[in-house]
């Protein structure tokens, strides 16, 4: 597995990245099978410091965790802590309700972009009907059933997720309903 621990304007020695990768590596190792990588990146929020986590899985499976602490080994320690639940709660799911996944899922490559938002006077009518677009990526659509598709919203914190239903052509999106619940959306095809 892959490790880029980095610090926002902290300097990160070599003692706390063994100590994260030794950490870090039990716990994935404890509850997810064949992890790609790990990016970790540290910060200083005022008098505390910032601990994220995020971990790729070759299912498409993407796990963050984040947490805050006055010392940089305690904001880790509670980031772990976090993902560990995450991954035992994900590994829990997969065998209550879900199949085995012998392959990879499949993903399908779509652009995605950023638009400006408008922050005029809001009862004006904009000048231009034309959105400003700051940035184009590129991203990737998995194909899930809709349980899986569920597990990947919750576990990456996300309000929304697009994918596409496994044996279908259109794209699907569950998401976060204002009453704690999960939406889904299945077009006709």
Not at 49 to 68: M, N, Q, R, Y
Not at 115 to 141: C, F, G
């Amino acid at each position: 597995m892959r490790y880029q621990i980095s610090g926002k304007h902290i300097d990160i020695g070599t003692a706390l990245q063994t100590h994260v990768q030794n950490e870090l590596g039990a716990v994935i190792n404890k509850y997810a099978e064949r992890p790609t990588d790990a990016n970790i990146i540290f910060s200083k929020s005022a008098h505390e410091f910032v601990c994220e986590a995020i971990v790729h899985l070759s299912t498409g499976l993407t796990a963050s965790a984040k947490a805050h602490a006055t010392e940089i080994y305690a904001a880790f320690d509670a980031c772990a802590s976090k993902m560990e639940k995450q991954l035992r709660r994900y590994k829990r799911r997969l065998k209550d309700h879900h199949r085995e996944r012998a392959e990879p899922v499949e993903l399908m490559q779509a652009s995605s972009y950023i638009l400006a938002s408008d922050h005029e006077d809001e009862d004006s009518e904009p000048a231009n009907l034309q959105p400003i677009i700051v940035a184009e990526m590129e991203t990737s659509i998995p194909s899930l059933s809709v349980g899986e598709a569920v597990m990947h919203m919750e576990l990456a914190g996300a309000p929304v997720l697009v994918f596409r239903k496994e044996g279908k052509d259109g794209l699907n999106v569950v998401y976060r309903r204002d009453d704690g619940n999960i939406g889904w959306i299945d077009p006709q095809n």
